[in-house]
């Protein structure tokens, strides 16, 4: 079992800049990688950023150029510095994480964080 704990997130105008990070703990594979999905009220879970086993980044076209994702300092850990952020940002953001080796779908995830609120006023 692995655990993933978030941190960062909270309140922003728009066009300010804010940093997630997440910290995986527990049996983590081999092939084990890392993402973050949003989800704001109404809509579905979506993938926003990955970094897949073999280190090949994807984005959302929704967040190309603005946010970008990394290896955090820690072993198993993983940042999101989120840039221009929009009022449409706003979402729970959910640190992922999957054993097969890709991050990019809801079927992909084998283990969520608890999430972490962005809120981006205008």
């Known amino acids: 079992e692995v655990q993933l704990v978030e941190s960062g997130g909270g309140l922003v105008q728009a066009g300010g800049s804010l940093k997630l990070s997440c910290v995986a703990s527990g049996y983590i594979y081999r092939t084990f990688a890392m993402g973050w999905f949003r989800q704001s009220p109404g809509l579905e879970r979506e993938m926003i950023a990955a970094?897949?086993?073999?280190?090949?980044?994807q984005y959302a076209p929704s967040v190309k150029g603005r946010f970008t994702i990394s290896q955090g300092n820690a072993d198993n850990s993983l940042d999101l510095q989120m840039n221009s952020l929009k009022p449409e940002d706003t979402a729970m953001y959910y640190c992922?994480?999957?054993?097969?080796?890709?991050?990019?779908?809801?079927?992909?995830?084998?283990?969520w964080g608890h999430g972490t609120q962005v809120t981006v006023s205008s």
């Open positions: 970094i897949h086993f073999g280190g090949a980044i």
């Open positions: 992922a994480g999957c054993d097969a080796g890709r991050c990019d779908t809801i079927p992909s995830v084998n283990y």
